[in-house]
């Protein structure tokens, strides 16, 4: 696995938090940690833009993709919103996290509560080419469940 150096500034708010972390040597993801004082009350049906106290510098041709905790989708209905977020490599402010509230009850957010991973990923940057037509393909048009169960 190669390892791609990123860069990472904790704001003030959030010294006492830990550093965002790969929890084992298979995972993907790194945890990021909720940087709100105390605790906050999600409710069902609503959203809520997360602090996580750190500044990142992504190197050119990659992205932070923002992504759930499965634990948290699974037993809560608490997810993020735009999933996956995106933190571009030129972006400098403070990753924050959008988690939506899916679920039927009250979610308690803690101060330094993993919620949500980031995922460093390859960004492949498209050259487009105006067609008049587009080749076929045997799918052709077809999409939205066209192909059954």
Partial sequence: MTEVEVLLEVLEHASDLPLPSIATPG???ADL???VDGEVQ????QT???PTGIRVS?????EWQIRPRSGNALRHG????????TVDSDYRGEVKVILANLGSETFTLRRGDRIAQ???APVARPGFRRVVCLPDTE?????FGHSGR
Avoid: F, Q
Avoid at 58 to 62: A, D, N, Q, S, T
Avoid at 78 to 85: D, E, I, M, R, W
Avoid at 139 to 143: D, N
């Fill in 27 to 29: 995972s993907s993801g």
């Fill in 33 to 35: 940690h909720a940087a």
């Fill in 42 to 45: 999600l409710h069902p049906g």
């Fill in 48 to 50: 809520l833009l997360v």
């Fill in 58 to 62: 992504i190197p050119m041709g990659y």
């Fill in 78 to 85: 608490v997810t993020v919103l735009n999933s996956p977020g």
């Fill in 118 to 120: 980031a995922v460093l």
């Fill in 139 to 143: 799918r052709g048009e077809g999409g």
